[in-house]
């Protein structure tokens, strides 16, 4: 039987809990970023309800959220989400793979960026979904097409963030480095890549954004599944409310995406000294 000091270091251990939770629900961002949300909801409620409005073309919250119900229960929702989220990962772990090793390499040695500066400066200004007639007619309409697009979507940001972070490195860094004798790779390796993380982070970030704006065209390309298929085929019967709700769904996993994304880089900057939020 617990004595009372053991019920009283257990319900202070509770509220000690309690305090923490709550402290997190009212964070000023979380707190002030969900009355955004909110706002934005009621202002397209208000446009829906306004009189002389078409509710198949501006549908109510409500509407949604049952066509939300509706798609959730017959299972398309989620066979879709699973099937874009499937697209976007390899799409964007193959891109940003590919353009942190050739922009880490452009960046630190003067024959890499010799060799790839022109051709990252070329491809650059070019947007993803120029090449999606060239992919179509060299690749064809089947899946590898449309992972292609979304690595073109991701490697641009990528390669010119990690380019740029190699390019920004402390030269006091290096010249300690080779004072305690390291070699011009090992340098490269415990130097500059940790020195540019940030910036590949910020290049990681940004092209969760780009992957997911050349989602939805890449899934144009005779895709049988998918939240582009999905958004596209309910345009073509007018179903408003479930084309917002798969814009809905994309705005979540982005979302979702760019959170983990962002706490990878947080976990490895730990040690930088930037400004942090309390």
Sequence with gaps: RPDAREVAAAQGAHASFV??????????????????????????????????????????????????????????????????????????????????????????????????????????????????????????????????????????PCVVNARAGMKEVAQIYVDAARTLGASKWRVFATVAVPSAIPYFIAGMRTGVSTGFLALVAAELIAAPTGLGFMIQNAGQYFRTDVTIVGIIAIGILGALLDQAASRAGRALTAWSEVRREP
């Design 19 to 156: 305090v923490r939770a709550l402290r997190r629900l009212l964070k000023p961002s979380l707190l002030i970023g969900t009355l955004s949300l909110c706002a934005v909801i009621g202002l397209y409620w208000l446009m829906a309800l306004r009189p002389g409005t078409n509710p198949a073309l501006v549908p109510a919250p409500p509407a949604i959220l049952h066509a939300l119900v509706d798609e959730l229960a017959s299972g398309d929702l989620l066979v879709n989400a699973a099937a874009s989220l499937q697209r976007v990962v390899i799409g964007y772990v193959i891109g940003a793979s590919l353009a942190l090793l050739l922009g880490a390499l452009a960046g630190w040695f003067r024959l890499g960026g010799y060799i790839l500066n022109p051709l990252i400066d070329a491809l650059r200004p070019i947007p993803a979904l120029a090449y999606i007639p060239l992919v179509i007619v060299w690749i064809g309409i089947g899946e590898p097409s449309r992972i292609i697009i979304i690595v073109l979507a991701v490697f641009k």
